[in-house]
């Protein structure tokens, strides 16, 4: 009997299931028909969300440890044999080990629609059952980090902001456990220079932020009580929420308190009303009081429009929490990444090309490369090609496994100046915030063209 108050917590063992049923069908099949050569399978998105002109690529540490880390335990196996698997392919899955090689953009790489963020050759079964994970995970903190990055943008005022203002307070407001831990890296991988979520900042070594809620204000008699209570009992974290009652006059409480307590008022927090009018006001009251490094901190249902409006209207803010609309991406709230089969083996063992004709789902066959021009620290155009050509400009997957294992691991630094340099580079019109008609130019090689036109048969 299953637990209904059961969490949802997948151990590593359970994450092996993390598939669609038909996986495991086709899979059965495979190994029925003995038809698990080596195949090659590519993550890709075919279009970009209406809102977005690019993506910036995230996920892939945390997808390959779990591809890493996969095991078909006796739970899983007994479970599998009770919806009907039999025992030859449950012999199979209990030694199953992904044994096979990735490819990959790099995380903090933008990239466009077609272009693959993954490129998977393993034996057929292996490919097939990783497809729902690595679409989980991709998926998710790709839509993250890129919401993420155009809040910084909005913040830099139309550049990336190198100096961390945005804060993950999306926790919250984030689609269960996995969903707040995995938006609050995505989130650092585009700039963000901290989180609220602990559990996110001791995993990956963020920087946790925090001030108080409008209860503790509202458990003291008096406002400037609770702020001379907060400064004495945190000297260290001298940020207080303001807008409690009366915003002004919650500032004026805040530097009577940081006077009392004898400790330097670290900010002041917004967290409804004008922000604009409010911020400039806050700032005024705090560099007449002597106050001049005192933080103004807004927060309060933030999105990369309203930011930068603000921002464009001089407001005195320092730093931005942002938690629905981060933590959610709620304009663009999915990546539609597809993960498909584009070659496999002939019975000769010759490479096969294999693609969909279906009318707005048609693929490209082959195993693919992507390649980037730059010109002054600019991007110029990417052309999609062959996995076997060789075209000016950088190739952009790289190995990220072989035979099973992780190729090093990068840190959020390495990602984060990674994304910040991509950012940069992009044509400054494809940084606005609107959709716009500017399109980066990615095109097809000549070899992939010539390989993509050849007719298909069925049957």
């Known amino acids: 009997m299953s637990d209904p108050n059961d969490p949802g917590l997948l151990t590593p063992a359970e994450t092996s299931l993390l598939v669609d049923q038909y996986e495991l069908a086709m899979a059965a099949s495979y190994h029925r028909r003995d038809m698990n050569d080596v195949a090659v399978f590519e993550l890709f998105v075919r279009r970009l969300p209406p809102r977005r002109k690019w993506l910036l690529a995230a996920g892939l540490g945390p997808a390959l440890s779990l591809v890493e880390a996969m095991r078909y335990g006796p739970r899983e196996l007994d479970y599998l044999r009770t919806i009907g698997f ?47 994970l690595l679409l989980n995970q991709l998926n998710f903190a790709t839509a993250i980090a890129t ?102 006059a919650g500032v004026r409480h805040a530097i009577e308190a940081a006077r009392t307590a004898g400790v330097p008022l670290g900010g002041v927090r917004i967290d409804s009303g004008e922000l604009g009018t409010l911020a400039h006001a806050a700032r005024r009251l705090l560099d007449e009081a002597g106050m001049p490094e005192t933080q103004i901190i807004a927060s309060g249902d933030l999105d ?36 498909k089969l584009v070659a496999d083996q002939a019975e000769q063992g010759a490479w096969r090309g294999t693609m969909k004709t279906s009318p707005g789902k048609a693929t490209l066959p082959g195993p693919k490369q992507v390649f980037r021009r730059y010109a002054d620290g600019r991007m110029q155009g990417d052309v999609i090609a062959s996995a076997d050509e060789q075209l000016p400009g950088q190739p952009l997957l790289v ?36 959709e716009g008609a500017d399109r980066y130019s990615v095109t097809l090689s000549e070899g992939l063209t010539t390989a993509s036109s ?3 048969v069925d049957g």
């Open 86 to 132: 039999e025992q030859p392919f449950l012999d199979h899955l209990s030694g199953l080990r992904f044994s096979g090689d990735v490819e990959a953009l790099p995380e903090g790489t933008v990239v466009f629609e077609n272009e693959p963020l993954l490129r998977v050759t393993a034996p057929r079964i292996e490919g097939q059952l990783l497809e729902t």
């Open 147 to 248: 919401k993420a990055a155009r809040l910084a943008i909005a913040i830099g005022g139309g550049k990336p902001d190198r100096q961390g203002r945005l804060i993950d307070f999306s926790a919250r407001r984030d689609h269960g456990v996995d969903a707040a831990v995995q938006a609050a890296r995505s989130a650092a991988i585009a700039g963000a220079g901290g989180t609220s979520n602990v559990a996110a900042a001791m995993r990956y070594g963020l920087r946790p932020v925090g001030t108080m809620a409008h209860s503790y204000v509202m458990s003291f008699e008096h406002e400037r009580e609770a702020f001379i209570a907060f400064m004495e009992d945190n000297p260290h974290n001298t940020v207080m929420l303001v807008d409690t009652y009366e915003t002004l």
């Open 304 to 339: 990369e429009d309203r930011i930068a409006d603000l921002v464009a209207q001089g407001a005195p803010i320092d730093r931005w929490g942002v938690g629905t609309d981060l933590g959610t991406s709620r304009d663009e709230p999915a990546v539609g990444g597809v993960y």
């Open 399 to 434: 190995p990220a496994m072989r035979e099973g294992r992780r190729i090093g691991s990068e840190s959020l630094e390495v990602i984060r100046a990674r994304a910040l340099a991509e950012l940069e580079a992009l044509p400054p019109a494809l940084r606005e915030l609107d």
């Open 454 to 456: 050849e007719p298909r």
